[in-house]
């Protein structure tokens, strides 16, 4: 295992910013105006017009609308990622990262920007990035995941009570002794010293 | 006397020390978490959930970072009056007998200088003082006391899969949980939330904060948050003096105690005492035997889940554990390796921690095949935990960092480990047989992780013996270099078991608050 840097265990804050764009990664290349993000703040900024787009194409196809399931961006899914890339600089640059892979492979493959793709095209296309750059995908897959599932519209539909601790808590049957009448007439099953 | 850590080392041995009429100052780096804090009100609590249990992650002021070695990818602990036990999961299994004679019965690792019998009034007295919920009765383990409160309800999920239990033959019991189940000791019983890791607002989980401090400060403990330990000091002939330690401005004072307790858990407290060096102790204090740091154990751990055509709602209800098996628990060398281990059967989260992957930790698919996905394992799925044996290797250690700092300038730990073989062994047995279980119990999809590889039960690095060469305190939790010196967390235990820790650690630190206490005579 890798031991973290000081650099790694600051994380958060300008370090972090700056080390981002001191060398062309992707995320720099990424921003519209090719400057360097300043904090987090900006990284909300790179994601105007056709970035967000790209965005929200990119959450419906990994969590797409299907029967009375929604897709990821019709419960707020590209307004909850844009909040999370404020708070944490370290994701913002891997779903950045994220972004302008997809974009990349999908020039490189189809000729085309991710938004103009077809839906088996974009699935090809996620499904490379998926392949070659497993961290930043897994880490765009698991923010839709977040945004998704944290929505109160979506726990209905799939059955789940939040039961938030200031209130009551579920009902559930209470412990019967009786379910333990079988393993109860074992004999001791431990070694005495 | 001065206690080093709030947890649920630092706590007991303050309380116990207070109740027989010493005067007791308790330095805790960390601070009090108000309820309130904790996000179990919040939606967004599953994701806090991720952040809350690593230091290098919360990167709070009153953490510290620990970096890692070896295959281990990260540590949990949590700094706070009440340590730990803020986030454990309150599952408060006891040590079996042969945990302490594991070198004299099977010939590796080492013998406690201690009995399961020395300690177990003390985890009579510990399940009191905390708060348990339990059942006593369990043929798996010796007959033990009346439990303070009765078991938590099992749910869907523990109903189901006692009948596979039963259904195999195998023992199993209720588990023991420090979460109480009915009002006790002026908390309220536990409502089934089901968000204890996170801290439990209502404070029927039985942590230190809620349990051991509020009764040791009415008794005139004194805790002294935000008090970061730098080093422990020696008297010129080689005694404890004190510590110096950093306030919350920064501000360097000294404690002078005739006796120290260090209970900062098995990566803090061996940090501490590498970072203590003097003319007298040149490698570290009580370090005469090299064996500060050596030996870290957490475990051998990977997870199950069976997933179930009908619901299971395992969200709903106490996290501890549902229920235990130690069918396993012993030696048999036909199956290829040595000791053994427990299974818990477990609770889910919500529907997060589902789709990023449950227990087992591999994501839910996206796209075209997410939701199918999603509606035939959200709800329906039992987790269960192998959680082996790990036998003591001197070169899983802590040490300290040479590169990394904290706030406050002291080296942070670095803690290096590897699974051995006989983990792996261990382990692959455990899947296997957690594999027929879960189907037993009427699972339709039986999926497992790999070993787990974050440490969040620290064992080892202070072990106790009765050889000095091999060992840094002795039958009593006293340093064998320094005779006013103890050291009681996990850091103590010479060989890990496959149970939770927490209620040996606060039996442990009962038992070395009497003895102190008993020879208070060479203190005075």
Known sequence: MKKLSRRQLIGTGVAASIAMCAAPTPACLFSPGGGAPKGLGSVRQLLHGPQRDLLRAAIDEIVPAQDAMPAASQVGGVEYIEQLTVRDTKLASQLLEALSHLERLSQERFGLGFVGLSGGQRITALSELEGRSSESFGALRDSVYEGYYEQPSVWKLIGYEFYPTDGEGPKVRPFDSQILSEVAKKPAFYRGV | ???????????????????????????????????????????????????????????????????????????????????????????????????????????????????????????????????????????????????????????????????????????????????????????????????????????????????????????????????????????????????????????????????????????????????????????????????VGRNFMMHATASLEGIFDQRMNGYEGARGAVAFSQQFYETDLNRGFVRGYTFQVARTYGPVHEAWGGIVGAPLPWGGRHHEAMRKRFAHVIPLIVQGEDLPDENNRVELDPDVEDSNGIPA????????????????????????????????????????????????????????????????????????????????FATSSSVNPTSTIGALALRTADGIWGRRHEWS
């Open chain 2, 413 to 492: 730990a670095r803690v290096v480990y590897r699974n051995g073989d006989n983990n792996r062994k261990l382990i692959e047995h455990g899947l296997a047989m957690g594999r027929n279980l879960l189907e037993a119990s009427g699972a339709v999809e039986v999926r497992n992780g790999a070993i787990v590889v974050e440490a969040s039960h620290l064992m080892g690095t202070a072990r106790m013996g009765d050889d000095a060469r091999r060992s840094v305190v002795d039958a009593w939790n006293r340093a064998h270099d320094v005779k006013n010196l103890f050291i009681v967390d996990g850091s103590s």
């Open chain 2, 1 to 291: 006397m001065l206690v080093i850590g709030s947890g649920p080392a630092g706590s007991a041995v303050t309380k116990r020390l207070t109740d027989l009429g010493a005067k007791v100052v308790c330095l805790e780096q960390g601070d009090w978490v108000r309820p309130g804090k904790y996000p179990s009100e919040r939606a967004n609590w599953e994701t806090e959930l991720r952040r809350y249990f690593y230091p290098n992650v919360r990167r709070l002021p009153e953490d510290y970072p620990v970096t890692t070695g070896g295959e281990l990818r990260a540590v949990q602990m949590a700094n706070a009056v009440g340590g730990t036990s803020i986030h454990y999961t309150a599952h408060f299994p006891r040590f079996r007998p042969s945990d302490f004679r594991v070198r004299s019965l099977d010939g590796v690792a080492a013998d406690w200088p201690i009995r399961y019998q020395d300690l177990e009034p003390y985890y009579d007295v510990n399940d009191r003082e905390m708060g348990v919920s339990g059942l006593n009765g369990d043929p798996q383990n010796p007959p033990r006391s009346p439990r303070p409160t009765p078991p938590l309800p099992l749910g869907v999920l523990g109903e189901t899969i006692a009948r596979g239990f039963d259904k195999l033959g195998w023992y199993w019991w209720v588990a023991d949980n420090a979460i109480v189940s009915h009002i006790y000791d002026g908390r309220p019983a536990c409502m089934s939330h089901g968000k204890c890791t996170l801290g439990c607002p209502i404070g029927s989980k039985s942590s230190a904060d809620v349990t051991y401090w509020p009764k040791a400060l009415r008794k005139g403990a004194v805790l002294r948050t935000r008090s970061r330990v730098r080093e422990i000091t020696v008297n010129s002939e080689g005694g404890v003096r004190g510590a110096i330690y950093y306030d919350q401005n920064g501000q360097l004072h000294e404690q002078l105690a005739s006796v120290v307790v260090i209970s900062c858990n098995g990566v803090g407290t061996p940090r501490l005492l590498l970072n203590s060096k003097s003319k007298f102790f040149p490698h570290g204090l009580a370090n005469s035997s090299g064996m």
